[in-house]
């Protein structure tokens, strides 16, 4: 693998695991306690994020193995665009999955799915939600980028 794409590999696991980080000191009184937070606050909203950038490093790291850089402006929404036309709107993802898990089907196009809406969940949950109310979010943000890594991660490992 391109030591640029494993940067972004190795990016995006460090993304999930802040989701899971967060997520759980949201739900622990005893490490709050320790570090001198609230015992109220959560991280919900932050763990969100976090997973969404889990997708998105993933995203930028299999573009990468078509020698496709995408950058600022826009570097979100040109990283979902270029990945949707390279590996969904191709094939080339669906087949690729298809011939790694010989048994279980994996559609890209869930993966697209899975991409789209935590891009969505990302701006409403950071921008327009209270903290508290996320917890129900983050959990399937952390379930969809745990997914997605799964998923890349393999096609990667794959390619070398």
């Known amino acids: 693998m391109d030591s640029k794409a494993e940067m972004f590999v190795k990016r995006a696991k460090t ?3 802040s989701a899971e980080i967060l997520f759980q000191a949201s739900e622990s009184k005893k490490l709050k306690a ?6 109220d606050a959560t991280f919900f909203s932050g763990a969100i994020s976090h997973a969404y950038y889990t997708i998105f490093y993933c995203a930028k790291a299999m573009l990468l193995t078509k020698n496709i850089q995408t950058d600022a402006p826009e570097i979100h929404k040109k990283t979902f665009d270029e990945f949707k036309r390279v590996f969904i709107e191709t094939g080339l993802l669906d087949v ?3 011939m790694i ?3 279980m089907i994996v559609r ?5 799915e899975i991409y789209k809406a935590e891009k969505k969940k990302r701006g409403d949950f950071t921008y327009n939600t209270i903290p508290q109310a996320n917890k129900e979010p983050a959990q399937e943000s952390i379930s969809n980028a ?4 799964k998923h890349c991660n393999a096609y990667l490992l794959s390619k070398n």
Do not use: T
């Open 15 to 17: 993304e999930l695991d």
């Open 34 to 39: 320790s570090l001198n937070i609230d015992e």
């Open 96 to 98: 690729k999955l298809l």
């Open 101 to 103: 898990y010989k048994e």
């Open 108 to 112: 890209a196009e869930s993966l697209l």
């Open 146 to 149: 745990k997914e997605f890594f």
